[in-house]
């Protein structure tokens, strides 16, 4: 907040120099300084490029009079942004850092591929990317948040997981890399999650297949 009134106080003090130094005879002809340059970074090339096209009307404008509202509606259409920061270079450059979302998921829509990233948005794509699950099953948003959150909590590595299995009952399954099943319990992801951390990391279940641990107090396992 300091920086912010600091920040004010020099615009102030700049403006207070520039009309003192013009005379009244060239005052009706002063123009505060439209933007005339507009850099975007964070994105692909071709994804910044893009963004720019969208501010064509800044260029009538200029950095005192910015309508911030417009500018965020811009950006955060992008389903690619997670989170940006704009930066004024008075007198007439404006820049604005993306910070672009983390795919953590794929999601198959009417047998299209969608990215599903860290802001909660579904991003098109026709790449695939290694090492990031897909998820089976209509799921909300909140529900993989959920998960995601106890994994990342836990010491399993949401990198081997290669499937998730949603049910209608609010239940996940996953599948390893590795070609194991866990089946967790609605109410005990935490627990159950842990509780598989140590069974796969115990020698003696070297060749396990299938943990279920969907019932309270009792645990199946099947080996390949």
Do not use: C
């Amino acid at each position: 907040m300091l920086q912010l009134k600091n920040n004010k106080i020099l615009i102030y003090l700049f403006l207070f120099i520039l009309l003192g130094t013009i005379s009244n005879k060239n005052l009706d002809k002063f123009e505060i300084p439209k933007i005339n340059k507009i850099n975007i970074i964070g994105l692909s090339d071709e994804e910044n490029s893009k963004l720019l096209n969208n501010f064509v009307f800044l260029q009538i404008e200029n950095l005192f009079t910015l309508d911030k509202k417009k500018i965020d509606k811009i950006i955060s259409s992008n389903n690619l942004v997670e989170k940006y920061l704009i930066f004024k270079r008075y007198p007439s450059s404006l820049e604005i850092k993306i910070h672009k979302t983390k795919f953590l998921a794929y999601v198959k829509k009417d047998g299209v591929n969608f990215l599903l990233g860290s802001n909660g948005k579904f991003i098109y794509t026709e790449d695939i990317i290694e090492k990031i699950p897909l998820i089976h099953g209509n799921f909300k948003n909140n529900d993989f948040k959920n998960l995601k959150y106890l994994i990342d909590k836990s010491n399993f590595d949401f990198k081997e997981i290669k499937n998730l299995y949603f049910f209608p009952s609010g239940r996940w399954d996953l599948e390893t890399y590795s070609g194991i099943l866990i089946k967790l319990s609605k109410n005990k992801v935490k627990e159950n999650i842990d509780l598989s951390t140590i069974i796969l990391a115990d020698k003696k279940f070297e060749k396990v297949s299938l943990i279920d641990l969907r019932q309270e107090d009792q645990i199946i396992i099947n080996d390949k």
